[in-house]
DNA sequence: CGACCGTTTGAGATCCTTCAATACCAGTGG
DNA sequence: CCACTGGTATTGAAGGATCTCAAACGGTCG
């Protein structure tokens, strides 16, 4: 079985990562040996908007924060990947977006000259490549039908609904991983117009806080409705 | 040369279409293998959000738009592509948004199953579907920032900017090929704020209609510095 | 010419932001 | 232990940007 270390402590299973969804193992083992794990304190910046991309990541475990910024300051997220997500796929050598870890992040590093060869060399590879980032596309194609079409309220329903899985029930709490600034730079309102709308929710009895950083869903079907604007 | 011919009418060069951009003649002939031309009238939908994604289609010339609903009818307009450009590159097999012709439209199709087994045989198809893909990615996620963060007047200047080409210089005049409403649904606006806009930068010097459809750049510096909210 | 469609412009309403005050919590040092 | 601090969240009040509704304009087409 095909592992990688970082400083001998934590291990990774390579043929569990996500750039390695199937591909056979002897392809698994030539992923693994080009990669490298690094590890990022929270608010560190892994990348700046516009930097040389001579590596891609994949999350191995904690949560970053992906943006873009205006000359003056305003910043958009454009999303929160977690563990399994690729970062750095960019075709043209620059990155995007900016990328900060949120918690503290393990990474598995490959660099980009290498894996770059293993795309040209392993079948499979570039196809498993479209199908990563087309879910992304479909990802981003949503979050712009809600940034440019939906309300507040809608909004944060929709940030909401994504946090769940399909097996989340009313009644379910789950973790609410970011803060109210990092959801309104996603969903392109102020703090104060989450907050709000939150709290509408709550006295709605659509949902509940226990504490700050937790959701309890007491209404699904209600906030499915809040989400796509039904009624 | 390979060609194919929708009614014997108009002949279409394969290796001039986007698909086949860096693959070999031999690759080339396979894809014109299972290719058909296809014509659609203004205002003719190709395909409804979430509709089997049975074709994938080339657009060889003509401009569609892409657009999302909610479900009580808002309308969000992800793009506007024209020649060259990939439609319904789906890959769990249903289209994630609708697709209806702006003006007349030519197509070149795919049909899914035999263009699914192009991609396993032939190296280079994968990653060039790739690219493809990351550089519709890179846009919408340069439109959720625009659509998040920006005001109207930034957005309007964004979306004229974006017409442009790298040898546009102030002075020239170029044609706008789409609605007030259109530009509207696509950059989370009204087209009444649209119109305000665009009124507010004629009367400011920026820039000029000679016609409803057409736009005279008077001075695109400024321009750019009002799409990117530089002052 | 008249009907129609897209556009422009105005006036008032609405939603979201801005600014400000307060609350809450964790960490720190006296 | 507790006061102090900094970061985050909540809530209120006022202002502003955009939307809504409405009227008028201009071009195209039968």
């Known amino acids: 079985m095909q592992t990688i270390a970082l400083s001998s402590t934590p291990q990774v299973q390579m043929s569990a990562l996500s750039v390695c969804k199937g591909l056979s193992s002897q392809a698994v083992g030539r992923i693994a040996a080009i990669s490298t794990l690094r590890k990022l304190a929270p608010r560190e910046v892994l990348f ?11 999350i191995v475990s904690g949560m970053l924060r992906l943006y873009k910024l205006l000359p003056d300051g305003r910043r958009q997220i454009m999303g929160f990947p977690t563990a399994g997500h690729l970062l750095g796929l960019a075709p043209e050598g620059l990155h995007v ?4 870890a949120i918690g503290d992040v393990t990474l598995c590093c490959y660099p ?3 894996f770059d060869r293993l795309v040209d060399n392993l079948p499979g590879l570039a196809r498993r ?5 087309s879910d992304e596309l479909r990802f981003a194609q949503d979050q712009m039908l809600t940034l440019g079409r939906k309300s507040s309220l809608e909004k ?5 609904l994504a946090l769940t899985d399909p097996n989340t029930e009313s009644g379910k709490t789950i973790a609410l991983p970011v803060t109210r600034g990092d959801m309104a730079d996603y969903l392109g309102l102020t703090l ?3 907050s709000r709308a939150l709290s509408r929710m709550r006295r709605d009895g659509v949902l509940d806080f226990p504490c700050v950083d937790r959701v309890r869903f ?3 079907d209600r906030l499915e409705e809040i989400a796509t604007g039904d009624e």
């Not at 700046?48 to 994949?58: F, K, T």
């Not at 490549?129 to 980032?133: C, D, R, S």
Request: proline share 0%; hydrophobic share 45%.
């Open 112 to 114: 980009r000259s290498s």
């Open 218 to 220: 007491l209404d699904l």
């Open 129 to 133: 490549l479209w199908t990563v980032t």
């Open 48 to 58: 700046m908007e516009g930097d040389e991309a001579d590596h891609i990541y994949e």
């Open 97 to 100: 977006y900016a990328a900060e």
């Open 156 to 160: 944060v329903a929709s940030f909401l």
């Open 192 to 194: 104060e117009t989450v």
